[in-house]
T-cell receptor, first 112, second 112 residues
Framework: NAGVTQTPKFQVLKTGQSMTLQCAQDMNHEYMSWYRQDPGMGLRLIHYSVGAGITDQGEVPNGYNVSRSTTEDFPLRLLSAAPSQTSVYFC???????????FGPGTRLLVL | DAKTTQPTSMDCAEGRAANLPCNHSTISGNEYVYWYRQIHSQGPQYIIHGLKNNETNEMASLIITEDRKSSTLILPHATLRDTAVYYCIGKAANNAGNMLTFGGGTRLMVKP
């Protein structure tokens, strides 16, 4: 199993540009989520999904959209990038709500 | 979910046991204590979790006090590769989004 994969590893955007961060898992996990981690800080939940077709907002959802058309994939879309969205983004998955979570390697995003 | 308090940083000699404390005095009866760690620039990694009883796995041991107000993560023979930030997290099973609330964590430095 590849586990949780994320692409790209690094990305530089200009203010106002849009992009999609990709996340995929091959463990047949129902739960998937996106976190962001600002320098020196803990992770904060952006959006999550409890299964295909179902998504909900986390702690810091503004400026981001998600969709879950398949069990495997959970892309995160930045609609109009802002410098405040400069961060490291982690995708995670788990089998069910009470289970441990598996994290991807992260995407480092710089918005100029 | 319970708020946790951890020391900001700790040092440990290579080969010795690393004992990382965590206070979670507001933990409720259905909340588990989870430990994750984050090695520099990587995604968080699950270590261990428990509810009431002490737990041990191939990575670590978790000692939870009888009143469940605190716990200690023990790495029995720390290696240089255990240098990381360790997060203690109180989480109810099946909370919304399976969200993990990351605090500041303990930065463990394992020294030769």
């Amino acid at each position: 199993n590849a586990g949780v994969t994320q692409t790209p590893k690094f990305q530089v955007l200009k203010t106002g540009q849009s992009m999609t961060l990709q996340c995929a898992q091959d463990m047949n996990h129902e739960y998937m989520s996106w976190y962001r981690q600002d320098p020196g800080m803990g992770l904060r939940l952006i959006h999550y999904s409890v299964g295909a077709g179902i998504t909900d907002q986390g702690e810091v959802p503004n400026g981001y959209n998600v969709s879950r058309s398949t069990t495997e994939d959970f892309p995160l879309r930045l609609l109009s990038a802002a410098p405040s969205q400069t961060s490291v983004y982690f995708c995670a998955s788990s089998l069910w709500g009470g289970e441990t979570q598996y994290f991807g390697p992260g995407t480092r995003l710089l918005v100029l | 979910d319970a708020k946790t308090t951890q020391p900001t940083s700790m040092d440990c000699a290579e080969g010795r046991a690393a004992n990382l404390p965590c206070n979670h005095s507001t933990i409720s009866g259905n909340e588990y204590v989870y430990w994750y760690r984050q090695i520099h620039s990587q995604g968080p990694q699950y270590i261990i979790h428990g509810l009431k009883n002490n737990e041990t796995n191939e990575m670590a041991s978790l000692i939870i006090t009888e009143d469940r107000k605190s716990s200690t993560l023990i790495l029995p023979h720390a290696t240089l590769r255990d240098t990381a930030v360790y997060y203690c997290i109180g989480k109810a099973a099946n909370n919304a989004g399976n969200m993990l609330t990351f605090g500041g964590g303990t930065r463990l430095m394992v020294k030769p």
